[in-house]
């Protein structure tokens, strides 16, 4: 499911206008982050660490609303759930989608 977010009234609206001009109005962040817990935690589960930390990443993620903001046709829309993809390495040096 998921609705459109009203603009009138939202604080970034304003960001939204100048930033949506752009061909690619997106941005991304990298961060240092302790997995020593996480990596421990999943090793004792018997569970590959990417699983772990990608669901766990998703999991935090859903319970921000903005995280969960699609632009969709010069709309913004807010999702009640986003789901993950991530990119697989394959043995003969080429790269699949999952």
Known sequence: MKQILDLNGWARKEHFHFFKQFDEPF???TVNIDCTLAYAS????GIP???YYLHKSLTAANQIAA???RIVEDQVWIY???DVSSTVDRP???FGFS
Do not use: E, N
Not at 42 to 45: G, Q, T
């Open 27 to 29: 941005f991304g962040v």
């Open 49 to 51: 660490f990417f699983l």
């Open 92 to 94: 003969d040096g080429t």
């Open 42 to 45: 999943a090793k004792a589960k």
């Open 80 to 82: 009640d759930k986003v």
């Open 67 to 69: 995280f969960r903001y």
